[in-house]
């Protein structure tokens, strides 16, 4: 039986027009905080890219890794380009070494943070190929300004070219944290300027391929198409084509396939000469390249098939053609590609074996069905690849759809609506309880938190809700919703986790911590190791907001390194010194490569805070401590 819901003002699509909108959480009226699409019916979403925060930044986590082999013929999905770059300086999945320099840049509000970035970034204007006089300079490339909230021009600093192209490519998919994606990904997508020992399409190549291998596939595409067709690199048509496949876009690809297959000794290239004959009308040289392409095995079996699919959607093609997944025992770029492009979703089994990254491949693509979508958008919330706002509106879009999504789906529909609007205060929190409580593990859970984020922060900060303080403050921190979170403290515990996130999170300190309050924290800490409480104490060392002596004094009490020293430390301090906004950040991502939160040794999140905070982005690094205690 469905609760009543009060009548519900509908914000704009604009996500910067929602959180401006925000009011003091006190207040009974949700409309002015509920995401498009509660309380009445919305439009279906568009096909949006994820948003980082413009204000207060958060990480990312969880990161499978991604191989760093060159893309061939039929790509692993989650494989890399492989650039030849010796390096042991990047802090891997199993251990902490070292970097080459670092850097930073201002952040936001809060309040705005996740989804302004994501609202700039949709309105940076689309650019195509121009006459001479009118070609882009490879000189800076990027689409997202620093006016607009991104990194500035010079944030690397004196950091080589080369370097940079090293620490890029030994990032090894996505990161840890969600928040830590979420500052990356600006970071790649700004307007940068290129090193000077290094080409610049070659570096837009190794940028896009590191957000490709984070989940962001389309800004990835969008990245590449900063650079001229005729500037292109080997470099660029290696990641080229499958970023493009990652976006079920083999179409996008025919702009570059008559000068990238000639460069790049790939199959994957040559079969896109046949199908981007047949989109562009011309059947009969459609067929010939098909039949060279069977002569020669550019491809068997069903990569062959999928692209002969692909050729019969041409103008003039031919009909359907059946394809068949039992001989497959796994899934490449090409294969997810083409048949997401044609309609078809890989059977799960498959689909199951493709990186973590996938989720926000999966999550973006309009031509995957409803119910996927959903399925999977818990993972790329966890990852950072998908904001509160466009979660929210996707799961709203299920309440307009014809018949398309599940009942499974629509319950979570309703459910969320229920969190939002529903007139009982009890009945909004257990709805929430549901959603964190059903998710089938922690990585979900943490996603499905972000979903919550706003319904959280419409709780009234009273006694009567303050047993479940903990899990509002952090999933109302999933959204950079620090102040609303900051707005609990004197109805938390000292030593409760909530306590632990406001000292961290919020924008203005509350006054200096002691260890006494973090010895609390630590009687109450079951997690493992305790190393919630060794998160907390590099997190408010790294902030400032806990001297020295007490938090060294926590570090042999939890007996965890939280003030080691190594290259990488002293990689990432030397770039703070420099006051390189963007060299902290690279560095700072390569410090946050893992499965889990449990992979990331205590001193790396120290520097990491500290790096950040000396570069003027205390927001992302208050995020990225909090972040880390939640999910320790």
Same mark, same amino acid.
């Not at 837009?204 to 500037?231: F, H, K, N, P, Y």
């Not at 702009?255 to 994957?268: E, F, G, R």
């Not at 690279?586 to 992979?599: C, E, T, Y």
């Not at 040794?601 to 950040?612: E, G, M, T």
């Given at each position: ?47 949006? !890219? ?39 300086? $990047? ?19 809060? =309040? ?15 650019? %195509? ?14 689409? %997202? ?52 020992? $290094? ?136 294969? &997810? ?8 979703? !890989? ?18 693509? /309009? ?18 690849? $998908? ?16 018949? =398309? ?54 709780? /009234? ?59 609390? &924290? ?12 060794? %998160? ?65 040794? /205590? ?30």
């Amino acid at each position: 039986m469905k609760v009543g819901r009060p009548h519900v003002i509908i914000l704009g699509a604009s996500v910067l027009a929602l959180a401006a909108a925000i009011p003091a959480i006190g207040q009974e009226r949700p409309e002015s905080i509920l995401p498009p699409g509660l309380g009445k019916r919305a439009p279906a979403p568009t096909n949006t !890219p994820p948003s980082a925060p413009k204000s207060n930044p958060t990480p990312n986590q969880n990161a499978p890794s991604a191989p760093k082999a060159a893309p061939s013929n039929s790509p692993p999905v989650n494989a890399a380009p492989s650039n030849n770059i010796p390096s042991n300086n $990047i802090p891997s999945n199993n251990s902490a070494a070292q970097a080459n320099a670092a850097a930073s840049s201002d952040l936001p509000d809060n =309040e705005k943070a996740e989804e302004e970035e994501g609202d700039a970034l949709e309105e940076a204007p689309l650019t %195509f190929d121009a006459p001479p006089s009118a070609r882009r300079s490879l000189a800076a490339i990027g689409f %997202f300004t620093e006016e607009k909230g991104g990194f500035p021009r010079g944030a690397y600093g004196a950091l080589t070219g080369k370097s940079l192209q090293n620490i890029i490519n030994k990032i090894n998919g996505p990161l840890v944290s969600r928040w830590g994606t979420i500052m990356t990904r600006r970071l790649l997508v700004s307007r940068t300027a290129t090193p000077s020992d $290094i080409n610049g399409a070659d570096l837009a190549g190794d940028r896009a391929w590191l957000l490709l291998r984070m989940g962001e596939a389309d800004l990835a595409r969008r990245l590449i198409q900063q650079v001229d067709s005729t500037d292109a690199t080997k470099r660029l048509y290696q990641v080229a084509m499958p970023i493009y496949l990652a976006n079920g876009d083999i179409a996008g690809s025919c702009s570059l396939v008559d000068s990238a297959y000639k460069q790049v000794d790939a199959p994957t290239w040559k079969m896109a000469r046949p199908i981007c004959a047949s989109l562009a009308g011309e059947q009969g040289r459609a067929k010939i390249l098909m039949n060279q392409a069977r002569s020669q095995r550019w491809a068997r079996g069903v990569d062959y098939l999928l692209a002969e699919r692909l050729v019969g959607l041409g103008k003039g093609g031919g009909g359907a053609v059946k394809i068949e997944w039992a001989k497959v025992d796994a899934l490449n770029a090409w294969r &997810f590609g083409t048949a997401i492009s044609v309609g078809i979703y !890989p059977p799960d089994n498959l689909m199951q074996k493709m990186g973590r990254h996938t989720a926000g491949w999966e999550l973006l693509a /309009p031509m995957i069905p409803i119910d996927k979508r959903v399925e999977k958008s818990a993972s790329a919330a966890a990852l950072g690849t $998908i904001s509160n706002h466009a979660m929210v509106d996707l799961y709203s879009s299920i309440l307009t759809s014809d018949g =398309e999504a599940s009942e499974a789906s629509k319950a979570l529909a309703d459910r969320l609506e229920t969190a939002y609007v529903a007139n009982n205060m009890s009945t909004r929190l257990g709805a929430m309880n549901e959603f964190w409580k059903s998710a089938k593990n922690e990585n979900d859970r943490y996603g499905m938190m972000v979903l919550t984020a706003r319904a959280a922060a419409l709780v /009234p900060v009273s006694s009567s809700y303050s047993g479940d303080a903990d899990n509002l403050i952090a999933s109302m921190l999933t959204a950079g919703l620090d102040k609303q979170a900051a707005r609990w403290a004197s109805l938390v515990d000292v030593g409760s986790l909530g306590w632990g996130l406001i000292q961290l999170s919020s924008p203005q300190s509350l006054g200096e911590v002691s260890e006494s309050n973090v010895d609390d &924290f630590l009687s109450d800490d079951d997690s493992e190791k305790s190393l919630k409480t060794a %998160f907390l104490t590099a997190g408010l060392a790294g902030l400032g907001r806990m001297n020295m002596a007490d938090a060294k004094a926590m570090e042999g009490a939890v007996e965890l390194p939280i003030f080691k020293q190594n290259k990488w430390t002293q990689a990432i301090d030397a770039a703070a010194k420099r006051g390189e906004a963007g060299s902290v950040a690279i560095i700072a991502a390569a410090g946050l490569q893992g499965r889990s939160w449990k992979q990331i040794p /205590p001193f790396q999140l120290y520097y990491i805070v500290r790096a950040l905070t000396q570069v003027g982005r205390e927001a992302e690094a208050r995020m990225i401590a909090a972040e880390a205690v939640t999910r320790a």
